[in-house]
């Protein structure tokens, strides 16, 4: 059973930045797409930024210019870069591989614990 662990978090003042760090008990990282989420309280758990194998990447309009993720096949660890942090970005932030069969990404494993961000403005 793939298990998949965060790291990374923190609490940062407003315009700071975080990397985020995703990592895996088994090599699924040159096998899926990866997809960074984010939840928070009350809403349903949102995703923010994915890579694919061939290091093509998207992002969520409430990120885009601002997070950047990225992939490292010798560590086998995915990336997020996150700057110019807001209160909006607030929330716990979970990796997991993403499926496009359906035509909307869905995750591929269970969840991991997640990392705490926290920005204060």
């Known amino acids: 059973q793939v298990q998949l662990v965060e790291s990374g978090g923190g609490l940062v003042q407003a315009g700071s930045s975080l990397r985020l760090s995703c990592q895996a008990t088994?090599?699924?990282?040159?096998?899926?797409?990866i997809g960074w989420y984010r939840q928070t309280p009350g809403k349903e758990r949102e995703l923010v930024a994915t890579?694919?194998?061939?290091?093509?990447?998207n992002y969520a309009s409430s990120v885009k210019g601002r997070f950047a993720i990225s992939r490292d096949k010798t560590k086998s660890t995915v990336y997020l870069q996150m700057n110019s942090l807001t209160p909006e970005d607030t929330g716990v932030y979970h990796c997991n591989g993403v499926s496009f069969r359906t035509g909307q990404p869905s995750p591929l494993y269970s969840w991991g614990r997640g990392t705490q961000v926290t920005v204060s403005s």
């Open positions: 890579i694919t194998i061939s290091h093509a990447t």
């Open positions: 088994t090599d699924i990282f040159r096998v899926n797409s």
